[in-house]
């Protein structure tokens, strides 16, 4: 029973060791790229996450009939 907790013990903290490592790694070998800023008039104060995220809200309402 000892043996068989303690492979799970030694899995479990292998894996939170390479998702760590994976974690520091990756941001370096594959940036996140900015996304370009587009000036539009009324709509420049919201970025594009805001803009989707108010017409999901607008739709849900619309269909939950409040």
Not at 38 to 64: H, T
Request: proline share 6%; charged share 15%; aromatic share 8%.
């Amino acid at each position: 029973m000892v043996v068989g907790m303690g492979t799970v013990f030694g899995f479990l903290v292998l894996l939170v060791l390479m998702m760590s490592t994976m974690g520091s790694l990756v941001p370096r070998w594959f940036p996140e790229e900015p996304e370009p800023e587009v000036q539009s008039g009324a709509d420049s104060s919201l970025n594009r996450k805001q803009k989707m995220a108010v017409a999901a809200a607008v739709a849900w309402s619309q269909r939950s009939g409040s």
